[in-house]
């Protein structure tokens, strides 16, 4: 055989080396690659959460007082809808206790306040937030309104503050402190109001 077939050979048999080599590693390269599927697998889809799903309820019990002639206790019942998995708004009502034994000589005293109130609450945190609250309270006293014949009065109560809830994934529990805005509600319920929160779904 001639040098030059020699050379023709050779560098056909070069190229089908070099073809058989590049086909080799790309098929093992496409072998690597993950496959993707057009189907979306049952953990990619998002669970359906039912409205019901989203609402809130709540049990506060706070404000207690247990003295020598002293006995007070408030109580809140609401419920919020979850707008969004942090922000949260709502409606309840809310109620105190009071009793006041006076010395001997002196009527005692007992009074009920009751009240609604609107919220919005965001979470800083899973367990930490914030809360506003903007209530109309009729507050009972003891003596009677303006020179008038009733001892009750009605006036706004907005409270700001906040809290800490832990638990489990439906019934949680926790603490709440607010802070009174008006001067009357100060007055019925003290500069701070500390709450025992019982949640449903927070």
């Not at 408030?74 to 206790?97: D, E, M, P, R, V």
Request: aromatic letters at 16%; one cysteine or more; charged letters at 15%.
């Amino acid at each position: 055989m001639k040098s030059g077939n020699y050379k023709i050979v050779a560098t056909i048999v070069c190229l089908l080396a070099f073809v058989l080599m590049y086909s080799d590693v790309h098929a093992q390269t496409r072998g690597t690659k993950p496959r993707t599927s057009t189907r979306k697998s049952s953990r990619d889809v998002a669970p359906k959460v039912s409205p019901l799903d989203k609402i809130n309820y709540e049990i506060k019990l706070g404000n207690l007082g247990i003295g020598g002639n002293v006995f007070s206790i408030a109580a809140k019942l609401n419920g919020g809808y979850k707008l969004t998995s942090w922000f949260t708004a709502g409606a309840g009502i809310k109620s105190q206790y009071e009793y006041l034994n006076y010395p001997s000589g002196f009527q005692d005293y007992s009074g009920l306040d009751f009240g609604g109130f609107a919220f919005v609450r965001g979470k800083i945190t899973k367990s930490i937030y914030l809360q506003g609250e903007y209530g109309i309270q009729s507050y009972q006293t003891n003596t009677r309104v303006n020179g008038g014949s009733s001892n009750r009065f009605t006036a706004p109560n907005p409270a700001v503050g906040g809290g800490y809830i832990g638990g489990g994934d439906r019934w949680s529990y926790g603490a709440e402190v607010l802070f009174n805005i008006n001067d009357r509600a100060q007055d019925y319920y003290g500069i701070v109001e500390y709450w025992i929160n019982f949640s449903y779904r927070f």
